[in-house]
C-alpha cells in the first residue's frame, strides 16, 4: 500500500518532515482555504503541490497522493435548482486536479455535519486519550441544548429521561464543552458551527428524508464520475460517521447495501469507495473483509483504524488500531490480496494509498501547550501506521510465498 497521513496544510501542528519521518511517501491534504462550491484553480493546486515537494531534492520525496476532501456544496446534497452550477464546478476541479496530477479525490455526503463525537479526550486504559460517541450524551445536546423539535421522537424513552437527568446536574462548563464538541463538524476544523444559528440547517432538510437524499447522490455522481473516467481520477465516497442518523438527518452511506447502491448508480471504474474501517465497522452488520472482496475493484483509497462498540451499542470509543471491533488481520489481508489481483492483471494502479486514521492522543502529544487537532496528533498516527506497515509487510510477504509455492507446482506439472 502507499502509505500516507492527512495534512491540514501550512498550519497543521504536524510537519511534513513529521510525516516523511513517520514513513510516509504520500500526502493526504486538502485546500481548506478556498470556500465550498468554487473551482480550485490550477495554480492553488500547483502551489500546494510545491509546498509538499519542496524539500523532496534533499529528503525522502513525499507527493500529493489523495485530495481529502473535495467538498460537496451542500445545494447538491438538497437537490436545490442551483446544484447544476456547483456540479459543474466540481467537474472542472477534478480535470484540474487531473492535469496537475492527481489521482485520487475523497468526497462526502453527509448533510451539514461531518463526523460527529461527543468527548474528544476519552481516557483509555493505558492514559493516551481517544474520541469517543455516547448516544446519551448526544441526547443530552439534541434534546436539553439544543431544543430540536421532534427529537424525542429519536431516542428511546430511557435514555431520554437518563438524558434531562444528566443535564440537570451538568456544570455550565459542562454543557459548553458539550456544545463544541458536537458542533465542531469537520475534521481539523477549530471553529465549530454556533448554536444560534444551528437549527437553521437542520430546518432545511425538513423535507428532505433518506430516499430523497439518496436520489441526490446518484444523481451528482452520474454527472461527476463520467468526468472522473474521462480524466482518470478514482472519486471515492466515505462513509457515514457514526453510520446511523443523527439529529433527524438521513444518512445513506452507511451499509453494504447503501454502497452497492451508489456504484450501481453509475458504473464505471472511477466512482468508487474510501474504505474506512472505522466509520463502517461501528456497525456488527458490516462484514468488512467481505465487502472489500466484493468491491475491491472500485476502492481506491483506504482509511485503517478500528471502533469498539460499548454497552449500548450505539456508543464507541477509537480503539488502539490493531484492536476494537473490527478484525484487522482479515481486513489487511483482503486489502493486499486486492493489490495482488491488480498485480496479476496488468493494472496500471495497483497501489492502494492508505492512511492510519484517527490516533491517540499520547507521549508528548499529552502535552497541555500542545496544540493538535482532534484525533490528527502525530504520535498516535505514527504508532497505528508502524503496527498497519508490520501487519501489511507479514502479510504481504505470506501471500506472495503462496502465489510463488502455487505457480511452481502449475510450472511442473
Not at 500526502?27 to 490550477?42: C, F, M, S
Request: proline content about 5%.
Amino acid at each position: 500500500m502507499l502509505h500516507t497521513m492527512r495534512w491540514f496544510g501550512p498550519n497543521d501542528p504536524v510537519s511534513l518532515f513529521d510525516l516523511r519521518q513517520a514513513g510516509c511517501a504520500g500526502v493526504v491534504t486538502a485546500l481548506h482555504q478556498l470556500p465550498v462550491g468554487v473551482v480550485w484553480p490550477v495554480a492553488e493546486i500547483q502551489a500546494r503541490q510545491q509546498l509538499i515537494e519542496a524539500s523532496n531534492q534533499t529528503h525522502s520525496p513525499l507527493h500529493w497522493a489523495v485530495v481529502e476532501s473535495l467538498p460537496v456544496h451542500e445545494d447538491i446534497k438538497k437537490g436545490r435548482p442551483s446544484r447544476d452550477a456547483y456540479i459543474a464546478n466540481y467537474q472542472q476541479s477534478l480535470r484540474n486536479l487531473a492535469a496537475c496530477g492527481v489521482r485520487t479525490v475523497c468526497y462526502n455526503f453527509m448533510p451539514v455535519l461531518d463526523w460527529s463525537r461527543t468527548d474528544l479526550s476519552y481516557e483509555m486504559p493505558d492514559g493516551s486519550r481517544a474520541l469517543r460517541f455516547v448516544w446519551q450524551d448526544f441526547a443530552v445536546f439534541d434534546l436539553c441544548i439544543l431544543k430540536r423539535p421532534g427529537a424525542e421522537a429519536d431516542y428511546e424513552l430511557a435514555v431520554a429521561a437518563a438524558a434531562r437527568q444528566q443535564f440537570a446536574g451538568m456544570s455550565a462548563e459542562a454543557i459548553t464543552q458539550l456544545t463544541n464538541t458536537t458542533l465542531l463538524g469537520l475534521p481539523g476544523s477549530e471553529e465549530a458551527f454556533e448554536l444560534s444559528h444551528f437549527q437553521d440547517y437542520l430546518d432545511e432538510y425538513k423535507a428532505i428524508d433518506a430516499a430523497a437524499l439518496t436520489a441526490n447522490l446518484h444523481y451528482f455522481i452520474q454527472q461527476v464520475a463520467p468526468v472522473a473516467e474521462e480524466v482518470g481520477i478514482g472519486l471515492c465516497i466515505h462513509p457515514d460517521d457514526p453510520p446511523f442518523p443523527l439529529l433527524g438527518l438521513p444518512r445513506v452511506v452507511s451499509t453494504e447495501a447503501d454502497l452497492a447502491g451508489l456504484l450501481a448508480a453509475c458504473d464505471v471504474r472511477a466512482n468508487g469507495l474510501t474504505f474506512c474501517t472505522g466509520s463502517l465497522g461501528v456497525r456488527p452488520d458490516n462484514d468488512l473483509a467481505g465487502m472489500i472482496a466484493r468491491f475491491g475493484a472500485r476502492i481506491h483509497f483506504v482509511h485503517l483504524r478500528t471502533t469498539k462498540r460499548e454497552e449500548n451499542p450505539r456508543n464507541f470509543h477509537e480503539a488502539d488500531h490493531l484492536a476494537g471491533d473490527v478484525d484487522m488481520y482479515a481486513v489487511v489481508r483482503a486489502l493486499v490480496e486486492e493489490e495482488l489481483r491488480r498485480e496479476a492483471a496488468g493494472e496500471e494502479i495497483t497501489a492502494l494509498p492508505m492512511r492510519p486514521d484517527h490516533g491517540h492522543q499520547m507521549l508528548d502529544d499529552l502535552n497541555t501547550a500542545k496544540r493538535t487537532y482532534p484525533g490528527y496528533s502525530a504520535i498516535g498516527r505514527l504508532r497505528g501506521l508502524a503496527e498497519l506497515r508490520g501487519l501489511e509487510y507479514g502479510l504481504r510477504r505470506a501471500l506472495t510465498e503462496e502465489v510463488n509455492v502455487k505457480n511452481e507446482e502449475v510450472i511442473s506439472r
